[in-house]
Protein backbone atom coordinates (compact mmCIF):
# COMPACT_ATOMS: atom_id res chain seq x y z
CA UNK A 1 0.00 0.00 0.00
CA UNK A 2 1.17 3.18 -0.92
CA UNK A 3 0.32 6.56 1.44
CA UNK A 4 0.61 6.87 4.91
CA UNK A 5 -0.44 5.21 8.02
CA UNK A 6 -1.53 7.96 11.24
CA UNK A 7 -1.08 6.28 14.66
CA UNK A 8 -3.49 8.59 16.60
CA UNK A 9 -4.69 8.50 20.20
CA UNK A 10 -4.04 9.85 23.59
CA UNK A 11 -0.38 10.32 25.32
CA UNK A 12 0.22 7.01 27.06
CA UNK A 13 -2.09 4.92 24.85
CA UNK A 14 0.99 2.55 23.42
CA UNK A 15 1.17 4.23 19.75
CA UNK A 16 5.08 4.13 20.41
CA UNK A 17 4.73 0.38 21.17
CA UNK A 18 2.76 -0.98 18.79
CA UNK A 19 4.30 1.53 16.35
CA UNK A 20 7.10 -1.30 16.19
CA UNK A 21 4.57 -3.97 14.82
CA UNK A 22 3.49 -1.74 12.14
CA UNK A 23 7.03 -0.76 10.97
CA UNK A 24 7.16 -4.76 10.74
CA UNK A 25 3.83 -5.46 8.92
CA UNK A 26 4.29 -2.40 6.52
CA UNK A 27 7.90 -1.42 6.28
CA UNK A 28 7.01 2.05 6.24
CA UNK A 29 9.19 3.98 8.94
CA UNK A 30 8.36 5.52 12.11
CA UNK A 31 7.81 9.13 11.89
CA UNK A 32 7.31 10.00 15.47
CA UNK A 33 6.97 14.34 16.52
CA UNK A 34 7.66 13.48 19.87
CA UNK A 35 11.03 11.74 19.22
CA UNK A 36 12.07 13.98 16.79
CA UNK A 37 12.01 17.03 19.40
CA UNK A 38 13.75 15.04 22.09
CA UNK A 39 16.74 14.22 19.75
CA UNK A 40 16.53 18.71 19.02
CA UNK A 41 16.04 18.83 22.93
CA UNK A 42 19.36 16.63 23.29
CA UNK A 43 21.41 18.12 20.50
CA UNK A 44 20.67 21.73 22.14
CA UNK A 45 19.51 23.01 18.88
CA UNK A 46 17.75 26.87 19.52
CA UNK A 47 14.41 24.86 18.14
CA UNK A 48 15.23 22.18 20.60
CA UNK A 49 15.44 24.43 23.47
CA UNK A 50 12.51 26.74 22.16
CA UNK A 51 10.47 23.42 22.07
CA UNK A 52 11.21 22.12 25.16
CA UNK A 53 9.78 24.65 27.83
CA UNK A 54 6.15 23.76 25.99
CA UNK A 55 6.97 20.05 26.11
CA UNK A 56 8.28 20.16 30.30
CA UNK A 57 5.05 22.10 30.69
CA UNK A 58 2.70 19.22 29.14
CA UNK A 59 1.70 21.69 26.28
CA UNK A 60 1.95 21.42 22.04
CA UNK A 61 4.36 22.79 20.56
CA UNK A 62 3.77 25.52 17.74
CA UNK A 63 2.32 24.18 14.59
CA UNK A 64 4.77 25.88 12.15
CA UNK A 65 7.74 24.10 14.02
CA UNK A 66 5.98 20.49 13.95
CA UNK A 67 5.19 20.99 9.93
CA UNK A 68 8.79 22.13 9.42
CA UNK A 69 9.57 19.52 10.70
CA UNK A 70 7.28 17.06 8.84
CA UNK A 71 8.09 18.75 5.68
CA UNK A 72 12.18 18.48 5.63
CA UNK A 73 11.51 14.28 7.11
CA UNK A 74 9.30 13.79 4.03
CA UNK A 75 11.87 14.64 1.35
CA UNK A 76 14.00 11.97 2.77
CA UNK A 77 14.30 9.07 0.23
CA UNK A 78 12.66 6.13 2.45
CA UNK A 79 9.38 8.40 2.97
CA UNK A 80 8.25 8.13 -0.79
CA UNK A 81 6.11 5.06 -0.44
CA UNK A 82 4.39 6.32 2.86
CA UNK A 83 5.13 6.19 6.25
CA UNK A 84 4.22 5.85 9.95
CA UNK A 85 3.20 8.79 11.60
CA UNK A 86 2.85 8.78 15.14
CA UNK A 87 2.21 11.52 17.67
CA UNK A 88 1.01 13.56 14.54
CA UNK A 89 -1.04 15.48 13.98
CA UNK A 90 -2.13 16.53 16.52
CA UNK A 91 -4.16 19.45 15.93
CA UNK A 92 -6.39 20.60 12.83
CA UNK A 93 -4.45 22.59 10.99
CA UNK A 94 -1.06 20.19 11.39
CA UNK A 95 -4.13 17.40 9.52
CA UNK A 96 -4.88 20.19 7.05
CA UNK A 97 -0.84 21.02 6.40
CA UNK A 98 0.30 17.30 6.26
CA UNK A 99 -3.22 16.60 3.43
CA UNK A 100 -1.19 19.50 1.40
CA UNK A 101 2.14 17.23 1.02
CA UNK A 102 1.05 13.70 1.95
CA UNK A 103 -2.04 11.11 1.36
CA UNK A 104 -3.06 9.79 4.56
CA UNK A 105 -4.51 6.10 4.10
CA UNK A 106 -5.57 5.10 7.12
CA UNK A 107 -5.64 6.32 10.79
CA UNK A 108 -4.92 3.57 13.74
CA UNK A 109 -6.70 5.29 16.82
CA UNK A 110 -6.03 3.64 20.01
CA UNK A 111 -8.77 4.78 22.38
CA UNK A 112 -7.41 3.96 26.10
CA UNK A 113 -9.64 6.18 29.03
CA UNK A 114 -7.94 8.94 31.14
CA UNK A 115 -7.87 7.61 34.31
CA UNK A 116 -5.89 4.26 32.72
CA UNK A 117 -3.34 6.78 31.11
CA UNK A 118 -2.37 8.66 34.27
CA UNK A 119 -1.06 5.35 35.91
CA UNK A 120 0.43 3.97 32.38
CA UNK A 121 2.60 7.53 31.91
CA UNK A 122 3.73 8.01 35.36
CA UNK A 123 4.92 4.02 35.52
CA UNK A 124 6.62 4.28 32.25
CA UNK A 125 10.13 4.24 31.78
CA UNK A 126 12.23 4.04 28.65
CA UNK A 127 15.68 2.53 27.93
CA UNK A 128 18.32 5.42 27.40
CA UNK A 129 20.12 3.42 24.82
CA UNK A 130 18.03 1.64 22.67
CA UNK A 131 14.77 3.75 22.79
CA UNK A 132 12.47 0.88 23.64
CA UNK A 133 9.71 1.36 26.57
CA UNK A 134 8.57 -0.74 29.19
CA UNK A 135 6.64 0.35 32.37
CA UNK A 136 6.90 -0.61 35.75
CA UNK A 137 4.38 -2.63 36.41
CA UNK A 138 2.47 -4.03 32.79
CA UNK A 139 6.19 -4.41 30.93
CA UNK A 140 9.06 -4.42 33.48
CA UNK A 141 12.48 -4.08 31.72
CA UNK A 142 15.27 -6.88 32.21
CA UNK A 143 16.95 -6.35 35.35
CA UNK A 144 20.08 -6.11 33.41
CA UNK A 145 19.48 -3.21 31.75
CA UNK A 146 17.94 -1.33 34.78
CA UNK A 147 20.51 1.08 35.57
CA UNK A 148 20.12 2.34 31.55
CA UNK A 149 16.18 2.83 32.40
CA UNK A 150 14.69 6.83 32.49
CA UNK A 151 11.81 8.74 33.28
CA UNK A 152 10.75 11.04 30.42
CA UNK A 153 11.11 13.94 32.41
CA UNK A 154 7.70 15.62 30.66
CA UNK A 155 6.35 11.94 32.32
CA UNK A 156 5.27 13.14 36.19
CA UNK A 157 1.58 13.52 37.08
CA UNK A 158 1.16 16.66 36.91
CA UNK A 159 2.71 16.79 33.42
CA UNK A 160 -0.04 14.28 32.25
CA UNK A 161 -2.52 16.00 33.08
CA UNK A 162 -1.78 19.34 31.16
CA UNK A 163 -1.26 16.81 28.24
CA UNK A 164 -4.42 15.04 28.77
CA UNK A 165 -5.66 18.47 28.83
CA UNK A 166 -4.06 19.57 25.69
CA UNK A 167 -5.33 16.33 24.11
CA UNK A 168 -9.20 16.78 25.05
CA UNK A 169 -9.33 20.59 23.55
CA UNK A 170 -6.62 19.84 20.45
CA UNK A 171 -5.97 16.68 19.15
CA UNK A 172 -9.76 14.67 20.33
CA UNK A 173 -11.21 16.78 17.71
CA UNK A 174 -9.32 15.35 15.02
CA UNK A 175 -10.92 11.51 14.97
CA UNK A 176 -14.01 13.48 13.80
CA UNK A 177 -12.46 14.98 11.14
CA UNK A 178 -10.59 12.02 10.35
CA UNK A 179 -13.61 9.69 10.45
CA UNK A 180 -15.65 12.36 8.05
CA UNK A 181 -12.92 11.32 5.72
CA UNK A 182 -13.66 7.49 6.43
CA UNK A 183 -10.65 7.19 7.92
CA UNK A 184 -11.02 6.49 11.15
CA UNK A 185 -10.06 2.71 12.37
CA UNK A 186 -10.71 2.54 16.10
CA UNK A 187 -8.87 0.25 18.54
CA UNK A 188 -9.62 -0.53 21.97
CA UNK A 189 -6.46 0.29 23.74
CA UNK A 190 -7.37 -0.35 27.11
CA UNK A 191 -6.05 -4.06 27.13
CA UNK A 192 -2.59 -5.96 27.82
CA UNK A 193 -0.08 -4.65 24.94
CA UNK A 194 -0.23 -8.48 23.57
CA UNK A 195 -4.22 -7.45 23.04
CA UNK A 196 -3.66 -4.40 21.74
CA UNK A 197 -1.08 -5.73 19.23
CA UNK A 198 -3.10 -8.29 17.81
CA UNK A 199 -5.86 -5.88 17.38
CA UNK A 200 -3.43 -3.31 15.32
CA UNK A 201 -2.58 -6.10 13.32
CA UNK A 202 -6.17 -7.03 12.35
CA UNK A 203 -6.61 -3.71 11.86
CA UNK A 204 -2.98 -3.20 9.46
CA UNK A 205 -4.30 -6.21 7.38
CA UNK A 206 -7.45 -5.09 6.36
CA UNK A 207 -5.55 -2.45 5.04
CA UNK A 208 -2.28 -3.58 3.11
P1 LIG B 1 5.02 12.41 22.50
O1 LIG B 1 6.31 11.70 22.67
O2 LIG B 1 4.35 12.13 21.18
O3 LIG B 1 4.08 12.20 23.67
O4 LIG B 1 5.35 13.99 22.49
C1 LIG B 1 5.95 14.61 23.60
C2 LIG B 1 5.68 16.11 23.56
O5 LIG B 1 6.23 16.67 22.37
C3 LIG B 1 4.21 16.52 23.54
O6 LIG B 1 3.65 16.58 24.84
C4 LIG B 1 4.28 17.89 22.88
O7 LIG B 1 4.75 18.88 23.77
C5 LIG B 1 5.38 17.68 21.83
N1 LIG B 1 4.82 17.18 20.53
C6 LIG B 1 5.05 15.98 19.94
N2 LIG B 1 4.41 15.88 18.78
C7 LIG B 1 3.73 17.05 18.61
C8 LIG B 1 2.84 17.55 17.62
N3 LIG B 1 2.52 16.84 16.53
N4 LIG B 1 2.34 18.81 17.80
C9 LIG B 1 2.65 19.55 18.88
N5 LIG B 1 3.47 19.13 19.86
C10 LIG B 1 4.01 17.89 19.74
Known sequence: MTGSIVLFGPPGA?????????????????????????????????????????????LLVPDEVIIGLIQERLQEDDAKQGVLFDGFPRTIPQAESLDKI??????????????????????????????????????????EISDRLIQRPDDTEETVRSRLEAYHAQTAPLADWYSERGLLIKIDGNASINKVGDSVEAAVSRIL
Open 14 to 58: GKGTQAGRIVELTGKPQVSTGDMLRAAVKLGSPMGMAAKEFMDAG
Open 102 to 143: ATVSSVISIEVPDDAIVERIVGRRMDSETGDIYHVKFNPAPA
